[in-house]
């Protein structure tokens, strides 16, 4: 009989950041996954981070996970987004190898020497006769003991896709499903919910004209989740290319909408809010006559290409249709249909922070099985499920993120205090520390914690606190430091941007906290004045240019995250009357109307009410008193 400490469940985007946690702390781990080539496999997208999304990958780095390190090193296009808005919202998102982005997950996996990868399925879990669980049985290796036990199915509980009319039994990408563990979840009234996502067509490279469509060229230089040292291969910046859909593409989907699954009276999912399928954005949003997509290369060693934006679950043919009423696709040939895939999901109300079920101790959950939607998602939940693990393993307190300290502690806090009706994705609005939880500042305020539950190790820890020490100090040394009109590089600095200084010898961080003005139009001075400067690397001086230009709005977030942790335990009266807070929504009114909070940290976890209606709420009650 094979024995192990831990047993995790599927190989995927969360199974696989559980598996580095568990080896590097040397806990004896099974993966079981139906077979190795579905390690970290891309069912839909061929991009990681985006939006938010993106952050979390910059959090998994600062944390010791592998998603960072494996998108960085299979990268093909880099970019960042919302550019133009605050720091706090930009995101790193890249496009990466579909062929290559596995294939080194695998090589991964496949080096942990505490790890047993066994290529199987898991039937259902066991318990003894008091009820305690001890493991899981197998197809093949039938029984497998193991005290702890981290479930990371994905889309396959009790999965069926969707096509039109054509309905069949299926895992993503016809692999298999499997229903045993759902039965079990319902045998001990676990609520499941039905979710259900979609994936666009796929289509062959040569049968596009690409003279028709406008090209999305990435960043020039590579920009990583990781670091620069840590990646050696050469910057691709393959292109992605844009189209629109047109009112003959609408009208050929709006007259077959009767034949989409997602229109018919079997549907019991419920579906991703924030990426509809191209059927769902017609209807939704009839006043559009156009909708972009995103035509983007899955591999180097592919010939096709993905276009997003347009997940769909109609018939075959009419897919076959739609697709050429779009310029360039006119003698478009199709690789793969679109489709749409129903399952079953845990709501994850019933976890506790750290990511074990409330009702079987020992059991953990983590990914798309707990009603979220997203590689990133799932990789995060996997790496705090594991790090909860091993710290009950190891006698240590929980591995918890405050949601002032991540995103990914934003989520869990969400999962589990609030649970889900829609599949759930990471949105930047869902934090309200926005300008603390940035993409420059993951290191700084991970490492520590990362450190503290093992998840890096002595060399990375004072490698980050030397060099955050180093920002610090250059922080201080460039608010202490004044310049002079005189000088050479001020005065040309001065003149090209038309910036008119009346003192003569000035603070040098007047000039930087101008929003015409970046670090880099300064790099020059400061190299020549400050010694430490010119080793820094570029995201380095971002992130120091960050601290220093945002300064006074970071404090402000920094004193309302002491507010909140001071009076979370705020009493509310039951006949308090939220209409007189004049700046809450009309939903929070209702909400909180009906609901009847007894203190602000009730308050926080009624579904509807917003991390923002809380600080409203918080004041108000703060100034009454
Ligand atoms: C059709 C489709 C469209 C999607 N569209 C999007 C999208 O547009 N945007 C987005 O962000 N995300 C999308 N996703 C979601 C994204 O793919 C998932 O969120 C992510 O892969 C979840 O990771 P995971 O680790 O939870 O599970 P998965 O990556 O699905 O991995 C699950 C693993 O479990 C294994 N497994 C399952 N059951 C068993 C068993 N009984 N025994 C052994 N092994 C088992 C499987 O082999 C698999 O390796 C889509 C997914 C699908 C399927």
Redo the contacts with the bound molecule.
Sequence with gaps: MKKYDVII???????VEAANVLNKQKIKTAL???KKS?IS?L???VSIGGSAKGIVVKELYALGGLMPIVADQTQLQTKILNKSKGPAVQALRAQVDKLNYPKLMQEKILEMKYLDLIE???IDLSFDAKNKLNGVNTKKNKYIKANYILI?????LDSKIMQGTDIYRSG?NN?KT?SG?SLQFKKFNLQLLRLK???PPRVFKDSINFDKLKIEPGSNDPIYFSEKRLITKDYQNIPAWILYTNQKTHKIIRDNLDKSYLYSEEITGIGPRY?PSIEDKIKRFYQKDHHQVFLELESENLDTIYLSGL?SSLPKDIQDKFLKTLPGLEKVKIAKHA?A?EYDSLNPIQLKQTLELKKIPNLYTA???NG????EE?AAQ?LVAAANIANKINKKSPFVLDRNEGYIGVMIDDLTSKGINDPY?LLSSRAEYRLLLRSDNAIRRLYKKAYKNSLIDNNTYDLWKKRIAKIDNLILKITNLKVTKKEQEIDELLKNKKISIKENTFPIINLLKRPEISIFDIDKILTLKLKDFFDLTIEEKKHLEVEIKFEGYIKKQEIEVRKYLKYQNLKIQDDFNYQDILNLSKEAKEKLTEFKPSTIHQAKNISGISPSDIIILMNFLNKKN
Aim: charged share 10%; hydrophobic share 30%; net charge negative.
């Design positions: 469940i599927g190989a995927g985007h969360a199974g079981i996954t139906f579905d496999y069912f839909c997208n199987d399925e898991v990371c199915t994905g889309t396959f993503p692999l499997t563990v996502t979609g994936t990426c997940s489709y895939i990914g798309q099985i979220t939607s997203g590689y799932a996997g994705r």
